[in-house]
T-cell receptor, first 114, second 115 residues
Framework: AQKVTQAQTEISVVEKEDVTLDCVYE???????LFWYKQPPSGELVFLIR??????QNEISGRYSWNFQKSTSSFNFTITASQVVDSAVYFC???????????FGAGTTVTVRA | ETGVTQSPTHLIKTRGQQVTLRCSSQ?????VSWYQQALGQGPQFIFQ???????GRGNFPPRFSGLQFPNYSSELNVNALELDDSALYLC??????????????FGPGTRLTVL
């Protein structure tokens, strides 16, 4: 069974501060995929990134960066120099190689204050 | 925008009634997944359809059923509505990847309220 844990329920920061969201996962699959989605107040889930279990290279995309560590089963996400528009709920998700469903964490609500 | 559309946007039903939610997938996608998201929680997988057949189901009772049409659009039907069925229902479309891990693109959701 797949399980995703996002221990942080809410994070509140002032604009321009960095925000790091933690995600810890459990799976018995040797091949699996990790995702981050953003859900703004409008409700639509927006895809941010996908990583497969064989690719531990960390990535930076603009103000977003991801840190994938198989040794600790973690897939953390950082927003650098946060902006008010980053305010949303962020979900970490996991799927196995033969399991096409996404298993989501409970989400972390990020509030960026001006 | 993802190109995935859902209708209706909002719906209010009473306990015991039946409801049908609709989803049009993104052009070129052949797989549709449905998720239920209760307030303050992460989405929970209901089921997935690939080429008009159910391809995996989450922990939901049989009164949750679905269809996928030849144009890959989909319906979610819920019979005998219960108060706990009140939630945001999300549809996601994807292009099936035999290796797994296909990116799923979500629609705006249908907010269902059961009174």
């Amino acid at each position: 069974a797949q399980k995703v844990t996002q221990a942080q329920t809410e994070i509140s920061v002032v604009e321009k501060e960095d925000v790091t969201l933690d995600c810890v996962y459990e799976t018995r699959d040797t091949t699996y995929y990790l995702f981050w989605y953003k859900q703004p107040p409008s409700g639509e889930l927006v895809f941010l990134i996908r990583r497969n279990s064989f690719d531990e290279q960390n990535e930076i995309s603009g103000r977003y960066s991801w840190n994938f560590q198989k040794s600790t089963s973690s897939f953390n996400f950082t927003i650098t120099a946060s902006q008010v528009v980053d305010s949303a709920v962020y979900f970490c998700a996991l799927s196995g190689s033969n399991d096409y469903k996404l298993s989501f964490g409970a989400g972390t609500t990020v509030t960026v204050r001006a | 925008e993802t190109g995935v559309t859902q209708s209706p946007t909002h719906l209010i039903k009473t306990r015991g009634q039946q409801v049908t939610l609709r989803c049009s997938s993104q052009s070129g996608h052949n797989t549709v997944s449905w998720y239920q998201q209760a307030l303050g929680q992460g989405p929970q997988f209901i089921f997935q359809y690939y080429r008009e057949e159910e391809n995996g189901r989450g922990n939901f009772p049989p009164r949750f059923s679905g269809l996928q049409f030849p144009n890959y659009s989909s319906e979610l039907n819920v019979n005998a509505l219960e108060l706990d069925d009140s939630a945001l229902y999300l549809c996601a479309s994807s292009l099936r990847d035999i290796r797994g891990g296909a990116e799923q693109f979500f629609g705006p959701g249908t907010r269902l309220t059961v009174l």
